[in-house]
């Protein structure tokens, strides 16, 4: 929180090269995003909220996936809503954690969710973000220019 913002201000960053971050995160593992939110004074907990949102999309292989590769916004946008497409949520409050929920009974495959973007949206996401094996150095090199905070990957 911070009171010198009317509204919030979201930057999304990718760093070009993992990066320790010492004792900022909880374990001692290099990161390669950062996520951003400052606001105003008053939200902390909708802040925390969204955080968290932030956490679930990032462990999700298929996103950071994506994330890693998209070139602007549309492609952090078009895994996020691939993402919205197949994720079970649960409304806070809206449920007894005592009731067995029951799984669901088609879960969506891993090669499914990949296939949601075709090639032509592959190949605008600086390589096949649908089905890469990673690890290509060409892929490497064809990653963009890093993004300076302001730049499209910041919205409010």
């Known amino acids: 929180e911070v009171d010198f913002l009317d509204k919030p201000l979201v930057a999304f960053v990718r760093l070009t090269?993992?990066?320790?971050?010492?004792?900022?995160?909880e374990v001692p593992i290099p990161t390669r995003f950062l996520f951003i939110l400052l606001g105003p004074s008053g939200k902390a907990r909708s802040y925390n909220e969204i955080?968290?949102?932030?956490?679930?999309?990032?462990?999700?292989?298929?996103?950071?996936?994506?994330?890693?590769?998209a070139r602007d916004?549309?492609?952090?946008?078009?895994?996020?809503?691939?993402?919205?497409?197949?994720?079970?949520?649960?409304?806070?409050g809206g449920w007894d954690p005592k009731v067995r929920i029951e799984p669901p009974k088609k879960v969506p495959s891993a090669e499914k969710r990949k296939s949601v973007f075709s090639l032509s949206e592959a190949t605008q996401m600086n390589g096949a973000a649908g089905g890469a094996a990673g690890g290509n150095e060409e892929e490497e090199e064809d990653l963009p220019a890093v993004h300076e905070i302001g730049e499209e990957l910041i919205w409010t």
């Open 17 to 25: 090269q993992p990066t320790m971050l010492g004792g900022m995160t």
């Open 51 to 69: 955080g968290r949102a932030i956490a679930t999309l990032l462990v999700d292989d298929l996103f950071s996936d994506v994330a890693y590769k």
């Open 73 to 92: 916004r549309e492609d952090l946008i078009a895994g996020l809503d691939e993402f919205l497409d197949e994720v079970t949520v649960l409304p806070p």
